[in-house]
């Protein structure tokens, strides 16, 4: 798990060795978010390294009562089902102040007292969505995110309901310069508005790519902030840390993103508008 992994998703990508998620799904999911401790009384086993891992099963960092909402979908680059986890507002900041002590330290995730997982923390997390892959069935998925959050499970079905990385996947056409990637994800009447107030179309914004005129080093998605769907458009509100250049001068900046997306025939997205505004980090 790289650093850039977590910033430019914002979320914790938990590959869960689930071996038997179907008995598991068919009784409450109890799960916890722990710090891993130097020693203590209470430990599981990592049984792919052998390593002892102690935590306090008294101070989970988050919990099922964190839960906002759950739901099964599929990844974007593989179709493999996956649940995703968004966090309430006060498990997302008890996770993000967590992960913030926890840089170069290992969070344990535990399921009915089970070790599912104990990654290495790189850096802060503070989007509040965590990604459960754990190699099984979209019904062992919708089993799964039902008994997590029986009343806040969200169970869609169409590919509509798009995970973070579909976003971020403009990002990385943007960095590099992938043009028939830009074509298939820029509506045709595009409308791209920039922090200082240039606004480009879609045919503006492929010919200075191609041309040189504007390049980007790095586009890292820190965070998804909102994600409204209504009929056939998706507002979104990112975060992103953007590092390129323009007209041969270099440029930093931090960004609040406020983008809409329209929904194609067939389930896929392009952006119809975007408007950028520099925020400090």
Not at 152 to 173: G, H, K, M, N
Not at 175 to 182: Q, T, Y
Request: proline fraction near 3%; charge should be positive.
């Amino acid at each position: 798990m790289s650093k850039k992994t977590n910033s430019l998703f914002g979320c914790l990508l938990l590959l869960c060795c689930l071996m038997q998620i179907t008995g598991t799904a068919q009784q409450k999911a109890i799960v916890g978010f722990y710090k891993a401790l130097p020693k203590g009384k209470t430990y599981v086993t990592d049984k792919q390294t052998n390593e002892v891992l102690y935590y306090n099963p008294d101070s989970a960092i988050v919990t099922n009562k964190d839960i906002a909402t759950t739901r099964a979908e599929s990844t974007e680059y593989t179709g493999r089902p996956v649940v995703r986890v968004v966090l309430t507002p006060a498990g997302r900041a008890a996770f993000g102040k967590a992960t913030r002590e926890s840089i170069g330290k290992k969070i344990l995730v535990l399921m009915n007292g089970r070790l599912l997982m104990a990654p290495m923390v790189l850096n802060e997390i503070a989007g509040g969505e965590v990604e459960i892959d754990g190699n099984f069935s979209m019904a062992e998925a919708r089993a799964l995110a039902v008994n997590l959050a029986p009343e806040r499970a969200r169970d869609i079905e169409e590919t509509a309901v798009y995970p973070p990385r579909y976003f971020a996947s403009l990002d990385s056409a943007l960095v590099h310069k992938d043009i028939s990637k830009l074509e298939r994800l820029l509506h045709r009447s595009a409308s791209i508005g920039h922090s200082n107030g240039w606004v480009q179309n879609k045919n503006e914004l492929i010919d200075d790519l191609e041309t040189g005129k504007v390049s980007y080093q790095s586009i890292d998605q820190i965070s998804i902030e909102e994600k409204d769907i209504e009929q056939d458009f998706i507002r979104v509100r990112r975060k992103l840390k953007v590092e390129g250049q323009y007209e041969q001068y270099p440029f930093e900046v931090t960004l609040s993103v406020m983008e809409i997306w329209k929904k194609q025939s067939g389930g896929q997205l392009q952006l119809w508008s975007r408007q950028a505004v520099a925020i400090k980090d």
